[in-house]
């Protein structure tokens, strides 16, 4: 008697009378198992256009191969679904796919698909919000970056490629040793801090062997926490929160410029103190910082009432009277000074919206480009009376370093837009590449002081930040001349290396000199001393940051076994009188540009590339990192 035949679904099958009990489970297995193809099918598989179908096709001829004997209608393959019409491609989906093929409504689900794609390409077009730190981070944490609404720890593992995140602090390296000479630069900043909070609070320095404050000329008889100002923003990139509050709450509540009856120095206020202060304005966008700065550059500003515009050297805050040194070539103003506003002068327009700051430094350009240039070059000093070139002496070190430098960073902060500051420093360095840089006998690369047109084949300290200068203008002017001042960076901070080397402490010297008998070495006792100078450093890591070249942060963890061994007291550091003495006397000041400077600059040489970006950021004459417009939301902050 033939079998009679059921049927579920559309599949023949034999009835239940005529089978096995194992060959019941066998089918069932076999039904359950087309229904789960299916199901996944309708529900796993997202969106098909017109090559979604053709996926479809192959989840069936797998489950053919598998189940040959299983009776499945065979889907039509994509071309056959999609006709000559593309659009329908969108709307191939198992639940809108009916009758075989033909189509049937749309998928609801595939529409609403469609529509949150849509708001996210179009989301994608609009501006981004500002990313924002968060004021106060838990203590012993690094404080959080919050951009496009997520909460970023600054040393996590964040798209390195995207220019819009900012990181202010942590910034570990990958590598482990390198992590533990960082460890070892941070505990360095803790020990001259925590020295200096005990023996010196709201003083300028200390002295950390007599255990007193110091107080520098430049600053008058005023004692305005100088170097708590300088130390913010250090404390702050290197995770001291507790620190960085207690110095915040003094300088918020304590500093205070208007009540100083005595000069002070214009430019070393400016770097140190607006400087400062607008640094640390960018990394925590609170804006009572710029107040203070714009508090204290208002002070400044009778400095500028000359008849050329050219600022005096010293100020009296209370008084508003100005004046030069009478040493400087008869009262002259001094090239570096003058021609170092331009970086805080300029961001301080820009965050307060008062264009005066701008007006000054405009002045001042305008003076400088319009003067008639010896050979090309920059004398340091200059009559702000009469607007003329005092004794032609020209340096790359002590009187004239960072008017250089600020061409250069003038130009890069504003975004490239600054055309003026590019071409003032590309005419600067060519004439001091003709005229004063030079090689020794033994392939040293050196820059020379000039006077009076006569080479003193004397090298400032100061003038090692120019190996890290000519590689940075190399690395993003792109000019003719880029390979050449990349070579003469390399070549600068190599001789500056030497310098420290050839020494017994293994630190360098006020300045060196380079004759038949000598090179790279102090001749004279009173360019022996070492005064916990950053420039060397300061060259160490730009070049890191830009070749790669592990031998800098080689000679920068030299630089840091040398201050420990001989610049480390018990109560903070202090600069040596003699670097060619191994048992040398020691000054007994503890600068506050080693808090700023020498520390910050050690610390990201082992840091990763990522915190205080050179993408992002240009550093002050005092390393105070103030953000470039354009490359760095943290350029300007909501007012709260």
Same mark, same amino acid.
């Given at each position: 008697?033939?079998?009679?035949?059921?049927?579920?679904? &559309?599949?023949?099958?034999?009835?239940?009378?005529?089978?096995?009990?194992?060959?019941?489970?066998?089918?069932?297995?076999?039904?359950?198992?087309?229904?789960?193809?299916?199901?996944?099918?309708?529900?796993?598989?997202?969106?098909?256009?017109?090559?979604?179908?053709?996926?479809?096709?192959?989840?069936?001829?797998?489950?053919?191969?598998?189940?040959?004997?299983?009776?499945?209608?065979?889907?039509?393959?994509?071309?056959?679904?999609? =006709?000559?019409?593309?659009?329908?491609?969108?709307?191939?989906?198992?639940?809108?796919?009916?009758?075989?093929?033909?189509?049937?409504?749309?998928?609801?689900?595939?529409?609403?698909?469609?529509?949150?794609?849509?708001?996210?390409?179009?989301?994608?077009?609009?501006?981004?919000?500002?990313?924002?730190?968060?004021?106060?981070?838990?203590?012993?944490?690094?404080?959080?970056?919050?951009?496009?609404?997520?909460?970023?720890?600054?040393?996590?593992?964040?798209?390195?490629? %995207?220019?819009?995140?900012?990181?202010?602090?942590?910034?570990?390296?990958?590598? #482990?040793?390198?992590?533990?000479?960082?460890?070892?630069?941070?505990?360095?900043?803790?020990?001259?801090?925590?020295?200096?909070?005990?023996?010196?609070?709201?003083?300028?320095?200390?002295?950390?062997?007599?255990?007193?404050?110091?107080?520098?000329?430049?600053?008058?008889?005023?004692?305005?926490?100088?170097?708590?100002?300088?130390?913010?923003?250090?404390?702050?990139?290197?995770?001291?929160?507790?620190?960085?509050?207690?110095?915040?709450?003094?300088?918020?509540?304590?500093?205070?410029?208007?009540?100083?009856?005595?000069?002070?120095?214009?430019?070393?206020?400016?770097?140190?103190?607006?400087?400062?202060?607008?640094?640390?304005?960018?990394?925590?966008?609170?804006?009572?910082?710029?107040?203070?700065?714009?508090?204290?550059?208002?002070?400044?500003?009778?400095?500028?009432?000359?008849?050329?515009? +050219?600022?005096?050297?010293?100020?009296?805050?209370?008084?508003?009277?100005?004046?030069?040194?009478?040493?400087?070539? =008869?009262?002259?103003? +001094?090239?570096?000074?003058?021609?170092?506003?331009?970086?805080?002068?300029?961001?301080?327009?820009?965050?307060?919206?008062?264009?005066?700051?701008?007006?000054?430094?405009?002045?001042?350009?305008?003076?400088?480009?319009?003067?008639?240039?010896?050979?090309?070059?920059?004398?340091?000093?200059?009559?702000?009376?009469?607007?003329?070139?005092?004794?032609?002496?020209?340096?790359?070190?002590?009187? &004239?370093?960072?008017?250089?430098?600020?061409?250069?960073?003038?130009?890069?902060?504003?975004?490239?837009?600054?055309?003026?500051?590019?071409?003032?420093?590309?005419?600067?360095?060519?004439?001091? %590449?003709?005229?004063? +840089?030079?090689?020794?006998?033994? &392939?040293?690369?050196?820059?020379?002081?000039?006077?009076?047109?006569?080479?003193?084949?004397?090298? #400032?300290?100061?003038?090692?930040?120019?190996?890290?200068?000519?590689?940075?203008?190399?690395?993003?002017?792109?000019?003719?001349?880029?390979?050449?001042?990349?070579?003469?960076?390399?070549?600068?901070?190599?001789?500056?290396?030497?310098?420290?080397?050839?020494?017994?402490?293994?630190?360098?010297?006020?300045?060196?000199?380079?004759? #038949?008998?000598?090179?790279?070495?102090?001749?004279?006792?009173?360019?022996?001393?070492?005064?916990?100078?950053?420039?060397?450093?300061?060259?160490?890591?730009?070049?890191?940051?830009?070749?790669? %070249?592990?031998?800098?942060?080689?000679? =920068?963890?030299?630089?840091?076994?040398?201050?420990?061994?001989?610049?480390?007291?018990?109560?903070?550091?202090?600069? +040596?009188?003699?670097?060619?003495?191994?048992?040398?006397?020691?000054?007994?000041?503890?600068?506050?540009?080693?808090?700023?400077?020498?520390?910050?600059?050690?610390?990201?040489?082992?840091?990763? #590339?990522?915190?205080?970006?050179?993408?992002?950021?240009?550093?002050?004459?005092?390393?105070?990192?103030?953000?470039?417009?354009?490359?760095?939301?943290?350029?300007?902050?909501?007012?709260?």
């Amino acid at each position: 008697m033939a079998a009679k035949m059921g049927r579920i679904a &559309g599949l023949a099958f034999p009835s239940r009378r005529t089978i096995k009990l194992k060959e019941r489970y066998i089918f069932l297995i076999l039904v359950l198992t087309v229904i789960v193809f299916s199901i996944t099918t309708i529900f796993l598989i997202p969106d098909l256009r017109s090559s979604s179908a053709d996926k479809v096709y192959q989840v069936y001829v797998h489950v053919q191969n598998a189940a040959p004997d299983i009776l499945i209608p065979q889907p039509s393959s994509a071309n056959e679904l999609v =006709g000559d019409n593309p659009d329908k491609a969108e709307l191939v989906h198992w639940g809108g796919i009916n009758k075989h093929g033909q189509m049937d409504e749309p998928d609801p689900h595939l529409l609403s698909d469609k529509e949150r794609l849509k708001k996210k390409i179009d989301a994608s077009e609009t501006i981004l919000e500002k990313p924002k730190v968060q004021d106060k981070a838990e203590d012993g944490e690094a404080p959080v970056i919050k951009h496009r609404g997520h909460e970023l720890r600054p040393d996590s593992d964040v798209d390195n490629t %995207d220019k819009s995140v900012v990181i202010t602090s942590g910034g570990e390296d990958n590598e #482990d040793d390198v992590r533990k000479k960082r460890d070892t630069v941070k505990q360095m900043m803790a020990h001259a801090w925590k020295n200096y909070e005990e023996y010196a609070w709201g003083g300028n320095e200390l002295r950390p062997i007599s255990l007193k404050t110091h107080n520098p000329g430049i600053f008058g008889a005023a004692q305005l926490g100088a170097t708590i100002i300088d130390a913010l923003d250090t404390l702050y990139i290197m995770g001291f929160t507790k620190e960085f509050e207690k110095a915040k709450q003094w300088t918020l509540e304590n500093l205070n410029f208007s009540s100083v009856g005595s000069d002070i120095s214009v430019f070393e206020t400016n770097i140190r103190f607006v400087g400062g202060l607008l640094t640390v304005y960018a990394l925590t966008g609170d804006y009572a910082f710029a107040a203070k700065a714009d508090e204290i550059a208002q002070l400044l500003l009778p400095a500028f009432n000359t008849p050329t515009g +050219i600022p005096n050297a010293l100020i009296n805050a209370k008084t508003g009277i100005g004046k030069n040194y009478n040493w400087a070539s =008869g009262g002259a103003a +001094i090239l570096s000074e003058f021609g170092t506003l331009h970086l805080e002068f300029s961001y301080l327009s820009d965050v307060t919206g008062n264009p005066v700051y701008r007006e000054k430094i405009e002045q001042v350009r305008k003076v400088i480009r319009e003067i008639p240039k010896p050979n090309g070059l920059y004398p340091n000093y200059l009559n702000s009376r009469t607007g003329k070139w005092g004794q032609t002496h020209m340096s790359l070190g002590a009187l &004239g370093d960072s008017f250089y430098e600020y061409l250069l960073k003038a130009y890069l902060q504003s975004g490239k837009e600054d055309s003026d500051a590019r071409t003032l420093y590309i005419e600067a360095m060519e004439a001091i %590449d003709k005229w004063m +840089i030079r090689e020794s006998r033994s &392939g040293l690369l050196y820059v020379s002081d000039m006077k009076y047109e006569r080479l003193e084949h004397k090298m #400032d300290h100061l003038a090692c930040f120019s190996g890290g200068m000519f590689a940075l203008g190399a690395h993003t002017l792109h000019d003719s001349s880029a390979a050449r001042h990349m070579d003469i960076g390399k070549g600068l901070t190599n001789t500056c290396h030497e310098s420290y080397i050839r020494s017994e402490t293994g630190l360098g010297p006020e300045a060196f000199r380079f004759s #038949d008998g000598l090179e790279a070495r102090a001749l004279k006792s009173n360019e022996k001393y070492y005064i916990l100078r950053p420039e060397v450093v300061e060259s160490y890591f730009i070049l890191w940051r830009l070749t790669k %070249d592990k031998k800098y942060r080689e000679w =920068g963890w030299e630089a840091v076994q040398a201050l420990e061994a001989h610049c480390r007291v018990d109560h903070g550091y202090s600069g +040596i009188k003699n670097v060619y003495n191994i048992n040398s006397q020691k000054d007994d000041v503890q600068q506050s540009f080693l808090l700023a400077e020498t520390l910050k600059y050690l610390y990201l040489l082992f840091s990763d #590339d990522r915190l205080i970006s050179l993408d992002q950021w240009v550093f002050n004459t005092e390393a105070h990192p103030l953000p470039i417009k354009g490359s760095n939301p943290f350029y300007l902050h909501e007012k709260r």
